[in-house]
């Protein structure tokens, strides 16, 4: 990594972020939280993970930029006058920062970024690629962890993201209907 | 010339920190979003560079070509949306 | 230091210069026309220098031909953006800006 690059970004996503949730225009919102995911793919490739970078750039910044949009097309922009927005609650604060703080120290044992000798790297990695094809027979490593090791996991994970994907699509549905319907009808 | 592409890094992220006073203080919308538009060309140079710092632009090119196209996207959602729902400008 | 690298400096450093000036532009200038006049043309001719510069730079044809690309991209995509965001300002009822009623 590049240290001074790292400084600036890392205030770069620190701004972005704080200015989204302040700002009180939803588009403006959306239009920050773009610049925002630019950033953090930026970030990414720069830790050498281009594939999570790419997916960042194309998911983040461009589909789901599009997809908030779709949203506001049926929400107002704007908080109106009248209603009134909740005060800072004092316990939530509180429970916030504390977690926070927990996080911070737990992270500080969190071994060091590229470390080959941190624990992910040194027992499991081994045994697959000296074990998996004797009893798997499949050629292919990745998908053998991905399909018979943690087969469960990835059931699950599909079946989530499966329904998920199910339920985007009829939310969108009958609200692009009623969008049509009222549109004709102003007409 | 990897001292120079930091350096050319640096600059840009200068540049881009005086381009952050227009996104807070602009006082259109469109103020607001054309800077953000800047802000993502200038993203582009960047990540050019890095892949450059890292002597593997081969990676870093395709992500920059996603990241043209995906401005230029971005920008045409955002439009159609201000075309229907009419805005003073704020 | 090769004669490649100087001539690739030299693109990257007009590059850089077109990129302050268009900030410049944005940070000084009136209104919302005139910020756009200065950034359509800086921006576009500082990315296209910037990326011609590091495609002088790689070695690699393919990589190289990749970059080119984008640049042929910019030189489509940016007038576009910049002349349907004039043009939805102006729609919107924006007055340009003039020297008396400042």
Redesign the interface.
Known sequence: MVWQLDLFLLVFIIVLAILSLVVKDLLLSIILLGGYSFFMALIYAEMGAVDVSFTEASVGAGVSTIFMIVALYFTARFVRRDVKTKKISLAGLILASLTALVMIYVADAMPDWGNPQAPAHLHISDRYIEKSQIEMATPNMVTTILADYRGYDTLGETTVIFIAGIVCLLLLGTATQRLKHNYDTKI | ?ID?F?F?????????????????AGP???????????????????????????KR?????????????????????????????????? | MDIKDIISMVFIGGGLFFFFTGVVGLLRFPDIYTRMHALGKCDTLGLLLNVVGLAIYNSSSLTSIKILFIAVFILLTSPVVTHIIAKITYDSGIKPWQKDNS
């Open positions: 010339m120079f930091i050319v890094g640096v600059l840009l992220c200068v540049l881009i920190t005086f381009i952050f006073y227009r996104v807070f259109t919308l469109f103020d607001r979003l054309i800077s953000m538009g800047v802000i993502g060309t200038k993203t582009l140079v960047l990540l050019l560079l890095i892949g450059f710092i890292y632009p081969d990676m870093f090119v395709d992500i920059s070509l996603v990241y043209t196209l995906l401005n230029f996207i971005g920008v045409l959602a955002i439009t159609k949306y201000l075309r229907r729902y009419k805005t003073d400008g704020y």
